[in-house]
């Protein structure tokens, strides 16, 4: 072609030569044990990029790209095993399980610790000794409060708390009383009326600020557009109703004190007065 060098490598290539920048240290060792909201890890990025830390410790939150060197690069579609074997196939673009054509692992991380040039991490979905690709920072520019994807149940009722309580405690930062609270109720809410995430459903809280954040954390639920959550302050009383299509369900708890254990273990009904009412109005 005109204007191009004679022996000029194109641009376009078949491959693409990418070298690791660092290896994850974990005493997870195998993909089976791996738990879905990820393990505290230790990255060790190579000395001859260890330049590329500076400044890191300013940030909270990284994305870790990983290679999942152990998997099947030939799967084109799939079921997220781990959360639910019984899911439908999904394409492996729309589900992040490890088989891919590149598989590429994406972590959203919590930055703990910097030395040197090892870096401590919380809630990294990699095995020991995966190569690390790159580290990004995450900004806040990168949060979609309320995106649209497909509801995968979690079938083990201890998987779906875990990861409401990952995504709860994200959203609230601090591990109070009224987050497990929020959390609890949360979880007989999704028993009762399935997705928490849908456009139908709507949310009524009244209680302390921190409740209500936490619902609407775990609800997505946004003021307006759509209005899915309304808000009243009360220092005295807890209420909170979802309402979706035909269904509404009133949680009123018995108590203003539990125990972070209760919270944790007594039954629904111990805990929460629990009203659901069908019907159309
Ligand atoms: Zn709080």
Known sequence: M?????????????????????????????????????????????PEYAQGLKRIEEHSYLWILSWFHQANRNTRETTPRKVNPDAPLYGVFGIRTPGRPNPIGLSLVKLDQVQGNKIIVQNLDAIDGSPVLDIKPYYDQDIIFSPRYPYIRPKQKELRREMMQKAALQHHQEECHDLLLALRMAIVAEEELGNLHSADLLVSVIGSPCLADTIQGLTRARIANPSRFFYRENDHMTLVSWKKENQELFLLPKSSSYTKEELRFLPNESLFQIELINGDH
């Open 2 to 46: 005109r204007g191009e060098k004679a022996g000029m490598v194109s641009p376009i290539t078949d491959s693409i030569d990418i070298r690791p920048i660092g290896i994850v240290h974990s005493p997870q060792r195998d993909t089976s044990g791996m738990s879905l909201t990820g393990e505290q890890a230790c990255i060790e990025v190579y």
